[in-house]
């Protein structure tokens, strides 16, 4: 079952099960400024969940409000912020061999059980299938791509390129961060896991993002060192690729 929530339903139904806050990345606001405002909302609430065959009256749907715990607690989850012609707000979670998603665009928040593949084939399958952009994996400071990318906004690419070789970027390694920089994007997504084990200690994956451009499309994976900076690794990546590194996310929080 999938079902189909306005924001306020959402917001309701999320109080009345006393699930707390809202996890992230789902946003949907407090409705309501009165306790009298929120009882009136509540009693459209029922109703209107009633006319969709989730709400008897009395009780929410029990597999809705399965679905709707699980994503308050579980075990572990897979956020994402997805740029696929619409925004859309992913989560997805598991417990077991239990699991649900969440996916809230346009005002509305679908809320269901994730498919036999799980919450990872889930978010890939809502991915536009592009290919990989030309280039080779390269690995560079963030310093310098952000650097780079304000020479850019200056001087266009003399300036984007004479940044990239100052510092330490060039060869094949120069053509897949200038394609990136220079193509014109259609989409992206970022996406982390998180986990928390049995003593409360919370888990989160490094973000991984992905822009979708005329050229194809590009992975950029930030990792911390020791001294504190952060690296990023660029590289092109096809569906496939993109979808094996999201698993490993969710693998990486789950060993």
Known sequence: MVATLTEVEFDLTWEALGLGERPYPIDVPSFGTTTAEREELRIGVIGSLTAKNLHDGRELDRELEDHLVLLARNDFSLDGLLSVGVPLRVLGVGQGSRSALAVQAGGEVRVGAAGPGGVVAEVAGMLPEVPAGPGNPVTLPKRVFHDAIDAYAAGGFANLEHALNRGGVSGRDLRTVTTLVESARSGGGQVAANAVDRVGRRTRTPVLNWFDTSAGRYLVLTSPQPDGSDWLTIGPVDPQRL?????????????
């Open 243 to 255: 979808a094996g590194r999201i698993r490993d996310l969710v693998d990486g929080v789950r060993a």
